[in-house]
C-alpha cells in the first residue's frame, strides 16, 4: 500500500512542470505546500484502486445527445468598439501584447 | 534544371513524406459561431462573443461545416464516422481560448485515399474538423520575431473552419508531393470545400520529412511548416531531406522537432524546443455532442458530388482507348496529356467531342497546343465538326488552327468560321502564279527538285505558305507541285 | 409580514394585479440590502439604478394592461458568474474585476422577460470553487443565521441573499453542491436541474460536463416558478436539452402516497448525528405521507468525491486558460507576451483556483491521464449505473444535503481536503447529472454561539425527473413546519421585524 501512495504523490518537481503548462509561477514555498496538498487529494482518491474498470466505458457527457448543429446564417456579432473598449491594450482596432516569442 | 539534380539524394537513400494539409471551409459563419468567415477585412470585426472565447459563451457546431467535411471524407475514399471533438491545450495569444477545439479520438473521416494522376495511391490517415486561429503581427524591434516591440492580435480568422487531411508516409519525392497536393486541391476544390488559395492561406501545408536507406525502417521525421506555396514546398522538402541524410552520413542522429521553411535562406532551421510543450492533455470537449451523421445524410451528400479529378481522368483514358484507332503514344506522355486537359478543365470537350466522331489524335492535339488559354465561345459541337473537317482534308491543319481560334475568340458553328476563311483561301490559279514566280527566283532548287531531290517539296511548300501567310492549301500545294514537274 | 416581503408568487401576482408597485417592492429590498447587507455581504453589486429602471418598466406594462410576465416586479439575486450585458461579472476574481460582458447569459434575458428585476451580484468563492464563499477575492459572506460561519458555497452569496430576506428569489450554479450546500446552510430552498435542463450560456464555466444553474427561493413553489422562467431548450447550449420545461408547480400539491423513496446509505455516513437525526425524521414523515421508505446502497457514490476532485480540476484548467491577459480583464506586464500570461495568471487568481488549476493539469497531462482523469470519468460511468439501478426500485431518493451545519468561518480553510469534503453528499448526483434539490428540514443541535442552524434534507431524483423532485420537496417542506422550529429563523425573523420597526 506504501507503494500505492507514492504512486499518488505530486513532487515538488511535477508541482513546478505543471505550473509551467499552466502558466503560473509557484515560489519554492508555495510548491512545497501544493505538493502535500495535491498529494493528500490524490491519495484520497486511491480508493478508486480497489475498483475493477477494465471493461467500464468512460463518461463525458452525462446527458446523451448527438448532432446538435445549427444552420451556416451570419448573426450579428460584436461590436469591435465593445470588445476593445475591455481590451487591457488595444492598438489600431488590435489586441496589443508584448512580444510573442516562439514557444518555450 | 539545377533544381532537379539537387533534388536527388545520394544513391541508396530515399525521402518519406507524409503531409499534413489544412483547408478553410468555404462555410458562411464560423465553425461554432454565427459571425462572418471571410478572408481579410478590417481587424476585429468578424468577430462575436463566441469566437473570442468571452467567459461564459459555448460553441454549436455548423452543420454545413459538416456537410462539407462529409464532402471531403466521400471525396478521398474515407469512412465517414461518428465524431467527437476535443480540446487540445496549449497557450498562444491568437487563440482566444487558450486551447483549439479539434477531433482528436474520433475524426468524422478516416482511412482513405487519394489517387495521384500517375495511378499510385496515397493513404488518407484521416480528415478532421477543428477551429483556426487569430493572426497575430510582430511589429517594431527590427520586425524580427525574437527581438523586442510588440504583437498585434487580429481575430477575424478565429474560428474558421478548417479541415485537416493527414496522407499517410506513402510520398517518396517531392515532385510527388507537389502532385499530391495539386490533386487534392483539385478536389477540394471541385467539391466546393475550399478555395484552395495558398497565397491567401486558404490552402496550408506541413510536411512530415524522414529519410532511411531503401530497405530500412522508417527514420526519425522532422515536421516543416511555412510552406506556402507548391514551389517552396519541393525546395523544403528536398532541402529537409538533403539535411537529414548529411546528417546520417555523418554519423548524426535527426532528432524529433519542428522547423521552419526559410524561404529567402532555402533553409529549414529548428524552432525552440518543444520539450514541455507537446502535452496538450487533450479531452474531450465537453461543451459539444458527439456528431453521428446518418446514412441518408450521407448518401444524399455522395449523390449531390460532382465527378472528381481521377474519374475524370479515367472517363477521358478510357474514351482515348476505345476510340483511338492511328498515332497511339499510351504511357507517361498520355497520362500527362490527360492529367492536363482534366486540370484544365477542358475534359468535358474533349469527351464531347470524341463521341461526336472527331479523331481522338485531333481532339487531343488542339486542346493541348491551342486551347492551353482557354476554350472561350468555343462549343463543343463546332470543335467536332471542325476537327472532321480536318480530318477529311478539307482544310489544312493550320487552318484548322486559325479557325479553332476564330471559335474561341467568337463563338458560332464551324461551317460558318470555315466558310469566313474559306473566302481568303487562295484559288488555283493564285497558286499556279505564285508557283511561276517561285520557280523564275529559285530555278536552280527547282531543277534539283525535278531530278529527284524529295526534300526540296518541303521548300516550295514553305514558301508558298509564307506567300500566302498560311492561307494555301498543304494538299493542293503539293498536287500543284507534283503536276508542274511532270 | 410586511406587504413588499412576500414570497415571490404572491408578490409577483400583488404587481401584475396592480396592488403594489414593483418600485416600491425593489426600493423596499434595495433598502434593506442598504442597510443589513454590510455585515453579511452577501452582495458584491447592488444595481441600484438598474433595478430601479427595471421596476418602473414593469409597473409601465402593468399600467398599459400588458402582462410582464410571471415574475413580475419580483427582485432577484444573480450570483456573479453569470455574465450581465454592460455590467460588471467577475466570478469574484481579480483577473476579471470589472469586466462587463458584451453579451447577456440565457437565463438572465428569460428573467428580464419574464418581469424579474435583477437587483444586484451575489459573492461566491472564486470561479466557484469552494464550499464557504471565503475564497472569493471579494470578501467573505457571513451566514445569517450566524455570522460568525460560512454560508456554504460556492453560491453562498445568493443563499445568503435569500436566506436574510434581500431577495425572494436568487440564482446560483451548483458544479458539485454549490447551490445545494449552501442552500442547506443557510436554511432555505436550492435547487441543481437535471444536467441540460437550463442552459449555460453566459454562465461562466468551471467545469463543463457539471456546472449548472438552479434557483434558490424560500419555498418550494417559489423555486419551482424560478425554474419554470430560466428552464427548457436553448439553442445556444450545445448541452442543452431539446425538450420543453414541465409545468412543476401543478405538481406541487400531490403529496407522496404511494411513491418509493430510498434513503441512500452512503451518503449517511460519516454525516454528523443532528444532521443524520433530521433526515430519519424526514424518513419517517414520508413514510407517515403514505410513501413507501428504505434504505438503498448506491456503492459508487461512495468514490464520488474522488472522481469529482478529478473531473472538475481537469475542466477547470482548461476552462480558465483563457484569461491570459490577452483580451480582457488584468494584465500584469511583462517582457514577452508568455511572461506576461504567466504575471497576469499568477497575480490574478487566488490560492484555491491554482491549486484546481494545477490539480487538473496534473489529472490530464502525458503519463497521467489514464491513472487519474481516465479513471475518474469510468467511475462516473459507475455512478450512474448504480444510480439508474436504485431508479428502477425508487421514484426518488433523499440524502442529507451536508454532512454538518454551518461551519465556523476559517475552521477548514488550512486543509483543502476537509473543505472538500463538505461536497460529499452532493457530488454524486452532480457526476451522474441528474438533478437534486435541498429543502430546509429543522435545525441542527445548538452551537458555540447557542444557535441552532439549519439542516437541508436533499431530494433526489433520475435525469428529467424533476416533476417528482419538487413533488417530494413540497412534502418535505408541508412537514418541516412540524419538526421542531429553528431558534435561529425565529430569531433572524423577530430581529428582522424589530430593525424594520425600528
Known sequence: MNENSDSARISEEAVAHVAHLARLRVTPEEQKMFSQQLSSVLGYGKAMEALNLDDVPPTSHPYPLNNVLRDDEISAGSSRDEVLDVAPVAQDNQFRVPPVLEQT | ?486 | ?502
Open chain 3, 1 to 502: 409580514m410586511n406587504a413588499l416581503n412576500k414570497p415571490a408568487i404572491e408578490l409577483a401576482a400583488a404587481i401584475r394585479s396592480g396592488e403594489i408597485s414593483a418600485v416600491s417592492a425593489v426600493e423596499a429590498r434595495l433598502s434593506e440590502i442598504a442597510t443589513r447587507d454590510a455585515e453579511i455581504a452577501a452582495f458584491v453589486q447592488v444595481l441600484n439604478e438598474e433595478a430601479l429602471a427595471a421596476a418602473t418598466s414593469v409597473d409601465d406594462r402593468v399600467a398599459t394592461g400588458e402582462d410582464p410576465g410571471p415574475l413580475a416586479g419580483v427582485p432577484i439575486a444573480l450570483k456573479d458568474n453569470l455574465c450581465t450585458r454592460g455590467i460588471p461579472t467577475t466570478c469574484c476574481s481579480r483577473i476579471l474585476e470589472g469586466w462587463k460582458p458584451p453579451y447577456e447569459a440565457t437565463v438572465v434575458s428569460r428573467l428580464r422577460n419574464a418581469g424579474a428585476v435583477v437587483v444586484g451580484k451575489t459573492n461566491l468563492d472564486e470561479f466557484a470553487m469552494g464550499s464557504s464563499t471565503e475564497n472569493s477575492a471579494f470578501g467573505t459572506t457571513r451566514n445569517p443565521h450566524d455570522l460568525s460561519c460560512v454560508p456554504g458555497g460556492s453560491s453562498g452569496g445568493s443563499a445568503a441573499a435569500v436566506a436574510a430576506g434581500f431577495t425572494p428569489l436568487a440564482l446560483g450554479s451548483d458544479t458539485g453542491g454549490s447551490i445545494r450546500q449552501p442552500a442547506a446552510l443557510c436554511g432555505v430552498v436550492g435547487v441543481k436541474p437535471t444536467y441540460g435542463r437550463v442552459s449555460r450560456y453566459g454562465l461562466i464555466a468551471f467545469a463543463s460536463s457539471l456546472d449548472q444553474i438552479g434557483p434558490f427561493a424560500t419555498s418550494v413553489a417559489d423555486a419551482a416558478t424560478l425554474l419554470e422562467v430560466i428552464g427548457g431548450h436553448d439553442p445556444a447550449d450545445s448541452t442543452s436539452i431539446p425538450e420543453a420545461m414541465p409545468s412543476l408547480s401543478e405538481c406541487l400539491g400531490r403529496g407522496v402516497e404511494g411513491m418509493r423513496i430510498g434513503l441512500v446509505a452512503e451518503l449517511c455516513d460519516g454525516v454528523s448525528s443532528d444532521v443524520a437525526r433530521r433526515v430519519s425524521e424526514a424518513s419517517e414523515a414520508l413514510a407517515g405521507g403514505g410513501a413507501t421508505v428504505e434504505e438503498v446502497s448506491v456503492p459508487a457514490s461512495r468514490f464520488g468525491l474522488s472522481a469529482y476532485y478529478l473531473i472538475a480540476p481537469a475542466e477547470a484548467s482548461s476552462n480558465l486558460a483563457r484569461y491570459d491577459g490577452v483580451r480582457y480583464g488584468m494584465r500584469t506586464e511583462s517582457s514577452n507576451a508568455v511572461e506576461m500570461n504567466i504575471a497576469t495568471r499568477t497575480a490574478g487568481f487566488g490560492e484555491e483556483v491554482k491549486r484546481r488549476i494545477m490539480l487538473g493539469t496534473f489529472a490530464l497531462s502525458a503519463g497521467y491521464y489514464d491513472a487519474y482523469y481516465g479513471k475518474a470519468l469510468k467511475v462516473r460511468t459507475l455512478i450512474i449505473e448504480d444510480f439508474n439501478r436504485a431508479y428502477e426500485h425508487f421514484d426518488a431518493l433523499i440524502a442529507p444535503t451536508s454532512p454538518t451545519t454551518a461551519f465556523e468561518i476559517g475552521s477548514r480553510t488550512d486543509d483543502p481536503l476537509e473543505m472538500y469534503l463538505s461536497d460529499v453528499c452532493t457530488v454524486p448526483s452532480s457526476l451522474a447529472g441528474h438533478p437534486a434539490m435541498s429543502v430546509p428540514f429543522g435545525s441542527g443541535d445548538v452551537n458555540e454561539n447557542n444557535i441552532c442552524l439549519p439542516v437541508g434534507v436533499q431530494v433526489l431524483a433520475p435525469a428529467m425527473g424533476e416533476e417528482t423532485m419538487f413533488r417530494v420537496g413540497a412534502f418535505l417542506e408541508s412537514v418541516a413546519v412540524n419538526v421542531a422550529e429553528s431558534v435561529a429563523r425565529e430569531a433572524l425573523t423577530s430581529e428582522a421585524l424589530t430593525s424594520r420597526d425600528g
Open chain 2, 1 to 486: 534544371m539545377a533544381d532537379r539534380n539537387i533534388a536527388l539524394l545520394p544513391e541508396g537513400w530515399e525521402a518519406v513524406l507524409g503531409l499534413e494539409v489544412h483547408a478553410e471551409l468555404l462555410t458562411e459563419t464560423k465553425l461554432f459561431s454565427a459571425s462572418p468567415n471571410r478572408f481579410g477585412g478590417d481587424p476585429n470585426t468578424h468577430i462575436d462573443p463566441v469566437s473570442l472565447g468571452l467567459p461564459g459563451t459555448l460553441p454549436v457546431v455548423n452543420r454545413h461545416a459538416v456537410e462539407l467535411a462529409i464532402r471531403v471524407g466521400l471525396s478521398l475514399n474515407c469512412d465517414v464516422r461518428p465524431s467527437t471533438f476535443a480540446r487540445k491545450n496549449y497557450f498562444y495569444p491568437d487563440m482566444p481560448k487558450n486551447y483549439q477545439i479539434s477531433q482528436y479520438e474520433d475524426p468524422i473521416n478516416a482511412d482513405g485515399f487519394l489517387e495521384l494522376p500517375s495511378g499510385k495511391r496515397i493513404g488518407i490517415v484521416r480528415a478532421h474538423l477543428e477551429e483556426d486561429t487569430g493572426k497575430s503581427t510582430h511589429v517594431g524591434g527590427g520586425g524580427r520575431i525574437h527581438e523586442a516591440g510588440f504583437s498585434l492580435i487580429d481575430y477575424n480568422r478565429a474560428g474558421v473552419p478548417l479541415i485537416e487531411i493527414v496522407s499517410a508516409p506513402d510520398l517518396r519525392s517531392s515532385d510527388e508531393a507537389k502532385e499530391y497536393v495539386a490533386e487534392l486541391r483539385a478536389i477540394l476544390v471541385t467539391i466546393g470545400a475550399t478555395d484552395g488559395k495558398m497565397e491567401e492561406g486558404s490552402l496550408r501545408v506541413d510536411a512530415n520529412i524522414s529519410v532511411r536507406r531503401v530497405g530500412d525502417e522508417l527514420g526519425v521525421r522532422c515536421e516543416v511548416k511555412n510552406v506556402n506555396s507548391l514551389r517552396s514546398l519541393g525546395r523544403a522538402i528536398d532541402y529537409e531531406a538533403r539535411r537529414q541524410v548529411k546528417l546520417l552520413e555523418e554519423g548524426g542522429a535527426v532528432t524529433q522537432e519542428t522547423r521552419h521553411w526559410n524561404e529567402d535562406e532555402g533553409k529549414t532551421h529548428s524552432l525552440r524546443s518543444k520539450e514541455g510543450e507537446t502535452d496538450y492533455r487533450y479531452f474531450l470537449e465537453p461543451d459539444l455532442v458527439p456528431l453521428v451523421p446518418d446514412e441518408r445524410w450521407i448518401e444524399e451528400i455522395r449523390g449531390a458530388l460532382p465527378t472528381l479529378p481521377a474519374e475524370r481522368r479515367r472517363r477521358l483514358a478510357s474514351a482515348r482507348e476505345t476510340a483511338s484507332t492511328k498515332g497511339e503514344m499510351y504511357g507517361e506522355a498520355d497520362l500527362s496529356a490527360i492529367a492536363t486537359i482534366v486540370a484544365r478543365d477542358q475534359d468535358e470537350l474533349a469527351l464531347g467531342a470524341i463521341s461526336a466522331g472527331a479523331d481522338t489524335q485531333l481532339v487531343f492535339k488542339h486542346i493541348l497546343n491551342n486551347l492551353a488559354e482557354g476554350t472561350g465561345k468555343l462549343d463543343i459541337s463546332a470543335f467536332a465538326e471542325l476537327l472532321t473537317a480536318e480530318a477529311a482534308g478539307n482544310i489544312s491543319a493550320s487552318q484548322a488552327k486559325t479557325i479553332l481560334a476564330d471559335l474561341v475568340a467568337n463563338g458560332g458553328d464551324a461551317a460558318a468560321a470555315m466558310e469566313a476563311r474559306a473566302s481568303d483561301t487562295t484559288d488555283a490559279g493564285e497558286l499556279e502564279t505564285l508557283l511561276e514566280e517561285l520557280i523564275a527566283q529559285h530555278s536552280d532548287e527547282w531543277q534539283r527538285f525535278c531530278e529527284g531531290e524529295q526534300k526540296l517539296q518541303g521548300f516550295f511548300v514553305g514558301q508558298i505558305m509564307k506567300a500566302t501567310k498560311g492561307r494555301a492549301d498543304g494538299q493542293a500545294t503539293a498536287k500543284l507541285l507534283a503536276q508542274r514537274m511532270m
